[in-house]
């Protein structure tokens, strides 16, 4: 059972350089003792598996990975070529973790036609499983064409861990068929032990992502999650699993509050299944509040 923190968490918008805070932010969640960093994706940010890659080779022995790069409209040979990468860069510390986005966000953004997702996932998967194994990749399916000139030329790249941003019950078997696990971003111990870990084989990670701060004023930072966490509770997938959970809005399930609420909270987890927690939004509000919450999360005793 292992805790890590996701990055951007909220604090980085007065950063002169992005990729220099993310990398010292890295920095400081290994001297906090966490054990794992993982980058977001947007559709105009950070590329996420870049930061990984470059903050991995500057911060030894964390692991480092991507929660989550949307696998539309990006083909999966040249996600396979830069995880490979990366993976070499971090001397085998990267994971990389894939979502099929949401249709009605990213649609407009990229404004090409969104495939059937469940066969998206499993043609995607099966791809980035040929080119991560060293295989030669020769692959024809509904969605997805691949047929490169030979296999992954990326010394010491290869056998790279997928996780998958899955929360329903068809996304779930596709992936515990063909990733190493899953990554739900607030499904709660309810959900998570109802839903997604009886769907998944014995021996798969199950990576808990969860909002969490430790700080005096919980009421205002509540007040901030209850405005930035609202679109979430509007995207289908995280609606039906808001549902499952028992809860109306997505900022219920932020760990608010001093030190033993956030740390009662993250074991509710482990206790639902969970083989790793990973907090988000952790400065939301300051960066003070980040640090004193990774402190608490490192001596948490998980």
């Given at each position: 059972m292992t805790i890590g923190v996701a990055l951007p968490s909220g604090d980085t918008d007065s950063a002169p350089n992005l990729v220099d805070e993310l990398i010292t932010q890295t920095r400081q969640a290994a001297e906090a003792g966490l054990k794992s960093v993982w980058f977001s994706q947007l559709p105009l940010s950070q590329d996420a598996i870049a930061i990984a890659a470059l903050a991995g080779r500057e911060v030894p022995g964390i692991e480092v990975g991507t929660s989550v790069v949307p696998t539309y409209p990006r083909h999966p040979l040249l996600v396979?070529?830069?995880?490979?990468?990366?993976?070499?860069?971090?001397?085998?510390?990267?994971?990389?973790?894939?979502?099929?986005?949401?249709?009605?966000?990213l649609g407009p953004v990229y404004g090409v036609d969104y495939p059937p997702p469940i066969r998206h996932l499993r043609e995607y998967l099966t791809v980035l499983r040929q080119a991560f194994a060293g295989e030669a990749v020769d692959f024809?399916?509904?969605?997805?064409?691949?047929?490169?000139?030979?296999?992954?030329?990326?010394?010491?790249?290869?056998?790279?861990?997928?996780?998958?941003?899955?929360?329903?019950?068809?996304?779930?078997?596709?992936?515990?068929?063909?990733?190493?696990?899953?990554?739900?971003?607030?499904?709660?111990?309810?959900?998570?032990?109802?839903?997604?870990?009886?769907?998944?084989?014995?021996?798969?990670?199950?990576?808990?992502?969860?909002?969490?701060?430790?700080?005096?004023?919980?009421?205002?930072?509540?007040?901030?999650?209850?405005?930035?966490?609202?679109?979430?509770?509007?995207?289908?997938?995280?609606r039906r699993i808001l549902d499952a959970e028992g809860v109306d809005h997505p900022a219920e399930l932020?760990?608010?509050?001093?030190?033993?609420?956030?740390?009662?909270?993250?074991?509710?987890?482990?206790?639902?299944?969970?083989?790793?927690?990973?907090?988000?939004?952790?400065?939301?509000?300051?960066?003070?509040?980040?640090?004193?919450?990774?402190?608490?999360?490192?001596?948490?005793?998980?």
């Open positions: 396979a070529s830069a995880a490979l990468t990366a993976q070499a860069a971090t001397g085998g510390r990267f994971t990389l973790g894939i979502g099929l986005g949401s249709q009605g966000f024809d399916g509904e969605t997805v064409q691949a047929h490169p000139p030979g296999p992954s030329t990326v010394a010491g790249g290869n056998d790279v861990p997928i996780v998958v941003a899955a929360m329903g019950p068809q996304a779930l078997a596709v992936t515990g068929e063909l990733a190493d696990g899953t990554l739900p971003y607030l499904a709660g111990p309810k959900a998570l032990s109802e839903r997604i870990v009886p769907a998944l084989p014995a021996g798969k990670r199950i990576i808990a992502a969860v909002p969490a701060v430790v700080t005096d004023e919980p009421d205002a930072v509540r007040a901030l999650a209850v405005e930035q966490m609202a679109f979430y509770g509007q995207i289908p997938s995280y932020a760990l608010i509050g001093d030190e033993e609420t956030v740390r009662q909270g993250i074991r509710r987890y482990f206790d639902a299944g969970a083989t790793d927690v990973v907090l988000t939004q952790t400065g939301i509000r300051s960066a003070e509040e980040r640090l004193r919450t990774w402190a608490a999360l490192s001596s948490s005793g998980s």
